[in-house]
T-cell receptor, first 114, second 111 residues
Framework: DSGVTQTPKHLITATGQRVTLRCSPR?????VYWYQQSLDQGLQFLIQYYNGEERAKGNILERFSAQQFPDLHSELNLSSLELGDSALYFC?????????????FGPGTRLTVL | ELKVEQNPLFLSMQEGKNYTIYCNYSTTSDRLYWYRQDPGKSLESLFVLLSNGAVKQEGRLMASLDTKARLSTLHITAAVHDLSATYFCAVERETGNQFYFGTGTSLTVIP
């Protein structure tokens, strides 16, 4: 158990809908990362937050957005969902987010868009 | 865009044998990460390599980084079945803190 929690574990929805994925980092970690894993695209880095502020952006679509709240949990919002958004979404946390720390991954949320 | 290539993509090896997984990347970076993923599971961080010449070892796995060659290796010594998993390398771009993952190497250790 990494100490990172994600909810929900599974999510099934229809095209055009909007969903929110939630991540709670390990106690004391300030940085949260979001990743998408799919058969087509492999593992892709989406976005990083550090202590409430966006730190880095990867291949995140404009239909997707994220935020990190004062209690350091993070949410990833996916809107206007398409079939191709079906994937496993991981969040990870690290202590400082400067790339010097190990990242601890959550169990993931499996999103299925029908 | 930074490209990260791993090879081989699939590796089937017998218990007790040694093998190396290679990770090549296309731009300058001083930070490279190795992860392990078991089927249906999340990713587990194995190694963080932060400088040229860095070498880290944990059990039967040893990782090294050559930033001049833009190459990292993950060496497996005397493989055991428990090492069966998919291994990913990831490179952190020097600017922007963006992470780029390799395609992964699916390792199967056969008794």
């Amino acid at each position: 158990d990494s100490g990172v929690t994600q909810t929900p574990k599974h999510l099934i929805t229809a095209t055009g809908q909007r969903v929110t994925l939630r991540c709670s980092p390990r106690s004391g970690d300030l940085s949260v990362y979001w990743y998408q894993q799919s058969l087509d695209q492999g593992l892709q880095f989406l976005i990083q937050y550090y202590n409430g502020e966006e730190r880095a952006k990867g291949n995140i679509l404009e239909r997707f957005s994220a935020q990190q709240f004062p209690d350091l949990h993070s949410e990833l919002n996916l809107s206007s969902l398409e079939l191709g958004d079906s994937a496993l979404y991981f969040c990870a946390s690290s202590a400082s987010g400067r790339g010097l720390d190990e990242q601890f991954f959550g169990p993931g949320t499996r999103l299925t868009v029908l | 865009e930074l490209k990260v290539e791993q090879n081989p993509l699939f590796l089937s090896m017998q218990e007790g044998k040694n093998y190396t997984i290679y990770c090549n990347y296309s731009t300058t970076s001083d930070r490279l990460y190795w992860y392990r993923q078991d089927p249906g599971k999340s990713l587990e961080s194995l190694f963080v390599l932060l400088s040229n010449g860095a070498v880290k070892q944990e059990g039967r796995l040893m990782a090294s980084l050559d930033t001049k060659a833009r190459l990292s290796t993950l060496h497996i010594t005397a493989a055991v079945h428990d090492l069966s998993a998919t291994y990913f390398c990831a490179v952190e771009r020097e600017t922007g803190n963006q992470f780029y993952f390799g395609t992964g190497t699916s390792l199967t250790v056969i008794p």
